[in-house]
C-alpha cells in the first residue's frame, strides 16, 4: 500500500464494515479538498456544513457530502475546471473513482458534481480484509456529492485552516460562528418530508457543547434568501430561541436518532435524545 494512504488509514483504526466505509468515504473527502487546494479553488470559496466541522474541528460523526460557497456571488461559475484535480489526487493513490459535473434539470445558484466508485473495490484499496469487504454488494457504490452555492448568502466569516497530510495543503472554511448560523437554518428550515436530518441535531448539541455563538447577520442573510425571514427585520436571540422551540415541538426524535446512528460510534451519545431534551438546550443558544 502506498505510504501516504496507510498514514491515512491508520488513524480511523478501523474494526467493523462501517468502520471501514466511514474511513473510505472521509479518506476521500480530504483527497479532494487537496485537489481543489492545488487547483486555486478556495481563492474563490469557502468549505463549510458537517464535513467542514468533521475534518476540521473534530465533530464525532462522520459526515458524507461537502458544501462549498463562493466568497461573492457569481452567477457564470463552472465547478468542472477543477473536478481533473480531484480525479488526479485520487488515481494517484489507487482509487478508481468518477468525478463528474451533475448537470442541473433547472436552473438554480447550486452547481454540483460527484464522487462515485465501488465501494468494495475501493475498500480493498484502503486495506480493508477481503472478507470483510465481500460484505459489500459489488453493485454498492460510495458517493459524495459536492455542491457550490454560486449565489452566497451575505455576511459569513471564513479564516484558512491546515490539513498535514498526505501532504501539508490548506482550505479557506468558515468561522465557527457563521458555521453554526448555517447549521440552524438547516434546523429551522430544512424541508425533511419523510426523513428528518437527524445530523443537524447532533451538530446542534456539538456546538452548544463548545459554547460557540451563531453569527445571527448570516443565519438572517440566510434566512431571507430562503424566504423564512422578512428582509429588513433584525432577528435577535429572543426571536431565534422562540424559532427553535416551535421547531423542536415538530420533530420527531426516533426519526432524527435513526438517521445519524451509522454516522455515530458511540450510541449512547444519542440515549437522551426527546424532544424535553432539546428544548431544555434552547436557553443555551447565544448569538453574536
Known amino acids: 500500500m502506498n505510504a501516504a494512504l496507510q498514514t491515512l488509514i491508520d488513524r480511523y483504526q478501523p474494526v467493523t464494515s462501517q468502520d471501514w466505509e466511514n474511513a473510505l468515504r472521509e479518506i476521500v473527502q480530504e483527497l479532494a479538498l487537496l485537489g481543489l487546494w492545488r487547483s486555486k479553488f478556495f481563492e474563490h470559496a469557502a468549505f463549510y456544513g458537517g464535513t467542514a466541522l468533521r475534518i476540521f474541528h473534530g465533530l464525532p460523526r462522520f459526515s458524507e457530502d461537502m458544501d462549498f460557497s463562493l466568497l461573492r456571488p457569481d452567477a457564470d461559475f463552472q465547478l468542472a475546471p477543477y473536478l481533473e484535480a480531484i480525479r488526479a489526487e485520487l488515481s494517484a493513490l ?7 459535473r451533475k448537470a442541473k434539470q433547472v436552473s438554480t445558484a447550486i452547481d454540483s458534481a460527484f464522487i462515485k466508485g465501488s465501494t468494495r473495490i475501493n475498500l480493498l484499496e484502503i486495506g ?13 457504490r460510495l ?8 449565489d452566497p448568502p451575505a455576511g459569513a466569516h471564513d479564516e484558512v485552516r491546515t490539513l498535514l497530510i498526505p501532504i501539508p495543503f490548506q482550505t479557506r472554511l468558515y468561522k465557527l460562528p457563521s458555521l453554526f448560523a448555517g447549521k440552524l437554518h438547516a434546523i429551522l428550515c430544512r424541508n425533511w418530508k419523510t426523513r428528518v436530518k437527524g445530523r443537524d441535531f447532533f451538530d446542534f448539541i456539538w456546538y ?11 443565519l438572517q442573510s440566510r434566512m431571507e434568501q430562503t424566504g423564512h425571514w422578512t428582509s429588513g427585520t433584525p432577528l435577535d436571540e429572543t426571536v431565534l430561541k422562540q424559532r427553535l422551540i416551535q421547531r423542536f415541538n415538530e420533530v420527531d426524535f426516533d426519526q432524527a436518532r435513526d438517521d445519524v446512528r451509522p454516522f455515530v460510534r458511540d450510541a449512547d451519545a444519542l440515549a437522551l435524545w426527546s424532544r424535553d431534551f432539546f428544548l431544555s ?8
Do not use: M, N, W, Y
Open 143 to 150: 458517493k459524495i456529492k459536492l455542491e457550490v452555492d454560486t
Open 208 to 218: 452548544l457543547g463548545k459554547g460557540v455563538p451563531c453569527h445571527l447577520a448570516h
Open 281 to 288: 438546550l434552547v436557553d443555551q443558544v447565544k448569538g453574536e
Open 94 to 100: 489507487g482509487f478508481t473513482f468518477e468525478v463528474d
Open 128 to 140: 480493508a480484509p477481503s472478507g470483510l469487504s465481500t460484505r459489500f454488494a459489488p453493485t454498492q
